[in-house]
Structure formats: C-alpha cells, structure tokens
C-alpha cells in the first residue's frame, strides 16, 4: 500500500511564493509517475505538474500551461519525495492540491494541503 502526505500549504500573498513537500510511503518504484493536482469547489481535480520516467534514470515533466514558467517540480527518489516549487502566485492559483502516484491505471492520493493566495 502507498501513503503520502502533503505538507507546506499555506496563505500568501499574490506575488509571493510556497513549497509543497509530499512523503511517499511503502513500495515506491521509480517507475511511478508522481504529480500534483490541484481542485476548487465544484470542479474537477486538475494536472498542475507530473515527473515521469524515461528509462534508467531520465526524467521528464509535464506542466498546466498556466503554470508554466511558475512552478517547478522536483523528485527525490532516495528520499521518495516529490516537492512542488511554486513563484510568482496568483489569487486563481488557490485551491487544495493533491499529491498523486499513479502506476498503471491505479492512482494514490494524498489528503490534500490547501493553498490560498490573496490579491
């Protein structure tokens, strides 16, 4: 079974900056692709950013176009974490957002760290 746990939400200004951390727990492969996702009452959970595997140790990710240029994600396999640098916030980037494994067709989901940026 894999746990995370999603921390470093917060309120910030417009402008400003956070970092969210997620701790993966159990059998973690480097295979899996890890990501975050974002969701605001009434809609769907959306792609904010994914780190997948290439084969050996290439990575790639992937990025929401309205996050780009913004957020950057990283992995730390050794450490089975996955942080999400985000800059430059924007008062429609609030929402909670979610930690992600996904292997295969089964996804794994944080409880969620809630974001909150004020004009």
């Known amino acids: 079974q894999v746990q995370l746990v999603e921390s470093g939400g917060g309120l910030v200004q417009a402008g400003g900056s956070l970092r969210l951390s997620c701790a993966a727990s159990g059998r973690i492969f480097s295979t899996d692709v890890m990501g975050w996702y974002h969701q605001t009452p009434g809609k769907q959970r959306e792609l904010v950013a994914r780190v997948f595997n290439l084969g050996s140790t290439n990575y790639a990710t992937n990025y929401a176009e309205s996050v780009k240029e913004r957020f950057t994600i990283s992995r730390d396999n050794a450490k089975n974490t996955i942080d999400l640098q985000m800059n430059s916030l924007k008062p429609e980037d609030t929402a909670v957002y979610y930690c992600?494994?996904?292997?295969?067709?089964?996804?794994?989901w944080g409880q969620g760290t809630q974001v909150i940026v004020s004009s």
């Open positions: 992600n494994l996904r292997r295969g067709n089964v996804n794994f």
